[in-house]
T-cell receptor, first 116, second 112 residues
Framework: GAVVSQHPSRVICKSGTSVKIECRSL??????MFWYRQFPKKSLMLMATSNEGSKATYEQGVEKDKFLINHASLTLSTLTVTSAHPEDSSFYICSARAADSTDTQYFGPGTRLTVL | QKEVEQDPGPLSVPEGAIVSLNCTYSNSAFQYFMWYRQYSRKGPELLMY????GNKEDGRFTAQVDKSSKYISLFIRDSQPSDSATYLCAMSAVSGYSTLTFGKGTMLLVSP
């Protein structure tokens, strides 16, 4: 159990375009989903926390107009990188926290974004 | 001082060795402690979850928490080449409501 999927696993786009990444909890309901960014050989950097049905809470330094997060249901959250630039190239990972209120987060497999 | 300190490694051991991975932290409010394993270009996978101080064992893995020293450990017995990965410690203060604070991760290499 506790499987989180992400789609796509890899995406290459041109500078200036927008990219949407989906995060789904497959076998549990996730009241909270998190979006992280990870640079090579670095730890996870939390970008934002999203609760179902409400606006996401962004970490300091993360542009909310650039990284749009929607958490429309208890099993789906999306991250849209708008007007992508090469510096947005990174590994984006989502996680989901189950509605059973433990702090365990289950991570998706990640999405590798490359902006040309 | 960073909230969570973790030696990045790499830690290289021969197959069959006992591996000890550690994190120290400064926030005494942390009560929930986790270890994640991350293979290259994959998302982290939860290995162990513990609450407060004490030990927890799951197969070849043992997690230890010493809140008085603000020190947590993950032991891997009979290490295998398939254990080669980056191990991230994570912790939080309030169950169900707070975000996780991660260490930078320790890269482990187990040679056959």
């Amino acid at each position: 159990g506790a499987v989180v999927s992400q789609h796509p696993s890899r995406v290459i786009c041109k500078s200036g375009t927008s990219v949407k990444i989906e995060c789904r909890s497959l076998d549990f309901q996730a009241t909270t989903m998190f979006w992280y960014r990870q640079f090579p050989k670095k730890s996870l950097m939390l970008m934002a926390t999203s609760n179902e049905g409400s606006k996401a809470t962004y970490e300091q330094g993360v542009e909310k107009d650039k990284f749009l997060i929607n958490h429309a249901s208890l099993t789906l959250s999306t991250l849209t990188v708008t007007s992508a630039h090469p510096e947005d190239s990174s590994f984006y990972i989502c996680s989901a926290r189950a509605a059973d209120s433990t702090d365990t987060q289950y991570f998706g497999p990640g999405t590798r974004l490359t902006v040309l | 001082q960073k909230e969570v300190e973790q030696d990045p490694g790499p830690l290289s051991v021969p197959e069959g060795a006992i591996v000890s991975l550690n994190c120290t932290y400064s926030n005494s409010a942390f009560q929930y402690f986790m270890w994640y394993r991350q293979y290259s270009r994959k998302g982290p996978e939860l290995l162990m979850y513990t609450y407060s101080s004490g030990n927890k064992e799951d197969g070849r893995f043992t997690a230890q928490v010493d809140k008085s020293s603000k020190y947590i450990s993950l032991f891997i017995r009979d290490s295998q080449p398939s254990d080669s990965a980056t191990y991230l410690c994570a912790m939080s203060a309030v169950s169900g409501y707070s975000t996780l604070t991660f260490g930078k991760g320790t890269m482990l290499l187990v040679s056959p």
